[in-house]
């Protein structure tokens, strides 16, 4: 950048007033400090910084964002600045766009998405500023906790939709961490006390995630178990008997590819009558989310092995085919040497039935 890093302003209300997009950091005193012009130009592209010269004995620095209170910094020392300064780069309640998802999920914090209604992407500040007094309370209460945003929701409506099932508005959508796959649905009522009690439930456990699921099948005709996310805990890790789990998408080339394969392992199984031993199942990674932690995808597809009445998923990542897949489960399978017998008890009634077939044929 060229230019001072530190510009002059006459007021504190000319810098408010001379401000742009970027919070604003003000120095009020005769001269700057070493430190103060030290911050400013490593942290320019982040703020604007002013300086106001007043005969005060004692400077100040105040960090401000737009239309919020400015934050008084304590300790002027550089590392005292660069802590305020990181402290407050974020606003208590900014917009969430492709300039600053990137702070936010580096954030540390959790993550609260406001989403509300909108006529147009024009109307979105004017959307925000409808409940700005809520969340700056909130955002105050919870300021080492959750990062509160708006977002555009016309915009990126699919998007919103298609990340956390938001179908009505005003919602809250919460994540416990930014970038966390868990996430919680708020459509109370938009008043701080309600808020704040919902969000110190997704905390400290007492509220459950919000999971997208399809509808429950009414049977199980496919030779592949039908999981969806309501189930999945119940599906995928049962205590009797070992599943091998796909996390497909309808429009995944690699899962066209595989699904006869895996449909054809699951066949023999039955054939095999080994259906209480061990079970293959499925489930539409775009439609259901996981309430498992240990169960997550990033591309498609994606499978996992779960031992009978273990709580540890394993990633499966042997062949793609039946005859692999098949010879993987063998020897990996939580009692591989029971399920060989009963393979072999299988093949050998099948032999003697096959054996007798004939003789009464020869009859």
Known sequence: MTGPAVKEASSRKEAEEAAGTKPICVYEGAKTSTDFEEIASRKRSDFTFYHVATDAEKPTVTV??????PVVCDDLTFDGLKKCLDDNELPLFGVLDGESYGKYMSSGKGLVWGCFEQESS??????AD?????????????????????????QFKRAIEGMFGVTELPTLAVNKKAGDKMKYLYTG?????????????????????????EPVPSSQDEPVHVVVGSTLKEDVFPADKDVLFEIYA????????????????????????????????KMDGTAN?????????EGFPTLY??????????????PRNAKGIWEWIKEHHSDPEALKERLAAHK???QEEETETEKGEEL
């Not at 024009?122 to 959307?127: F, T, V």
């Not at 409808?130 to 016309?154: C, G, H, Q, S, W």
């Not at 273990?310 to 499966?316: A, H």
Request: aromatic share 10%.
């Open 305 to 318: 092995y779960v031992k009978a009445g273990e709580s540890e998923p394993v990633k499966y990542d042997g």
């Open 348 to 350: 050998a009634a099948k």
């Open 64 to 69: 401000q964002h737009k239309g919020e209170e």
């Open 122 to 127: 024009d109307d979105l500040e004017r959307a």
């Open 289 to 297: 989310d996981s309430p498992v932690e240990s169960i997550s995808w």
């Open 130 to 154: 409808e409940y700005r007094p809520v969340m700056n309370e909130l955002a105050k209460e919870f300021k080492d906790k959750f990062a509160f945003t708006y977002i555009d929701t016309v």
């Open 250 to 281: 309808p429009w995944c080339g690699h899962c066209k590819k595989l699904a006869p394969e895996y449909e054809r392992v699951a066949k023999e199984v039955a054939e095999e009558g080994v259906e209480d031993m061990l079970m293959l199942a």
């Open 189 to 213: 009522e938009m008043t701080a006390p309600k808020i704040a009690e919902f969000l110190n439930g997704v905390l400290d456990g007492s509220v459950e995630p919000t999971l997208k699921s």
